[in-house]
């Protein structure tokens, strides 16, 4: 059998934090690759840990029917880097190598690297070592450079703006201010689409600088226009004192300076879990089946995007180290401003 007809072995694994839609990209890539392409599919458990210690199941069809619909992974996930020099390696560090070991020994043809921008770095510096890599762009942040949007951030949205839609209840019924804490540290999208599609009245986004007395004049002008409750939705990564959750900062803020009685909620893992909604199920499924058309087209050392709605690659060169922020006059920022909702720095 000449080289270009012997079946192809491919790897993938799922790395960094977990996020509804995992399942069904590793399905689209796996069914793909083995119902079009003839293709042998393993999957390496925990993430780059996996490959580093060749820790991995096979994955026949039959293993990737009914998981679809799951959340979290069946393959495991964690956030180890393998080129990461730790303390207690005292500078050394051989999980690269180990990883082209396992590549090597298994025979295979390519590993696609399914994650966010931690994962991407990574993937890239594997391509560099001449590894066969494609990365697939997840992330309930949303925050991955080189694509317009990750899996599994439809569905967090979805989780955030149900609950910000029964804290509107118990706000109205106490006339209280709701603290509602959603994730992304450095990138406000899930703040900002959870918060628009909830009716947050104050949105408060890492990437724009706020001023607590904006925010409770903000408060206090609704209380005299007969609203006396408030939704505030907060970013974790806003800035704000290390002992204490960005949430809880701002609570003790608002009912110092209002008076009002303010009550936290910080939403936490409870984003990253469940079910993936239909439009993630949709793009999961479409990036990995793009991802196995790749591996037969020998697209390597790339990342599958989407630009316009349209599928597409961009280098990991051009991805690894990056970071998609919301830009400070993204348009639903300006549409909600002119509807009355303050990001907080209206009186900098
Ligand atoms: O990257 C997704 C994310 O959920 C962030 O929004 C959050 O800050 C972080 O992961 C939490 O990470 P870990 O799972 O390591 O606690």
């Known amino acids: 059998m000449s080289d270009s007809k012997k079946q192809k072995k491919i790897g ?3 790395a960094g934090g977990d996020c509804p839609g995992l399942n069904a990209a590793i399905r689209g890539v796996g069914k793909t690759a083995i119902v079009e392409y003839g293709m042998e599919v393993l999957g390496f458990n925990a993430g780059y840990t996996g490959l580093i210690n060749s820790d991995y199941i096979e994955l026949k069809e039959s293993k990737l029917s009914g998981i679809l619909t799951l959340g979290g992974t069946i393959l495991g996930t964690s956030r180890e880097k393998p ?6 390696d005292g500078g050394e560090n051989d999980k690269p190598e180990k990883i082209i070991e396992t590549y090597e020994n298994l025979g295979l043809d390519c590993v696609v690297c399914i994650g966010g921008n931690g994962t991407m770095k990574t993937a890239n510096l594997l391509s560099k070592e001449g590894l066969n890599v494609i990365g697939i762009p997840k992330t309930i942040d949303n925050d991955v450079w080189g694509t317009d949007v ?3 951030f439809d569905s967090a949205v979805q989780i955030a703006t149900e609950a910000m839609d029964r804290l509107h209840t118990t706000a109205n019924s106490h006339q209280r201010v709701m603290i509602i804490e959603i ?6 999208w899930l703040a900002l689409y959870s918060g628009v599609a909830g009716g947050g009245d104050i949105i408060l986004l890492p990437e724009l600088e706020y001023n607590i007395r904006s925010v409770c004049k903000k408060i206090e002008s609704r209380y005299e226009d007969n609203k006396p409750y408030s939704i505030v939705v907060v970013a974790e990564g806003i800035e704000h004192p290390k002992n204490k ?3 809880s900062h701002i609570a003790e803020s608002i009912q110092t300076y209002t008076g009002i009685e303010t009550r936290e909620t910080v939403l936490g893992y409870i984003q990253r879990g469940g079910s993936p909604t239909p439009m993630d199920r949709i793009l999961a ?6 991802a196995a058309q790749c591996i037969a087209e020998g697209k390597f050392g790339t990342m599958v995007a989407v630009k316009d709605n349209d599928l597409t690659t961009v280098p990991l060169e051009d991805v690894g180290g990056k970071l998609r922020l919301v830009d400070k006059d993204h348009p639903l920022i300006s549409k909600a401003r ?3 909702v303050s990001f907080g720095d209206e009186f900098l």
């Open 12 to 14: 993938i694994l799922t």
């Open 285 to 290: 499924t479409r990036y990995g089946s793009f």
């Open 338 to 340: 002119k509807m009355g």
């Open 150 to 152: 990750t899996f599994g």
């Open 245 to 247: 959750s960005a949430a």
């Open 183 to 188: 994730m992304g540290h450095h990138a406000g």
């Open 83 to 88: 080129y990461k020099l730790v303390k207690e």
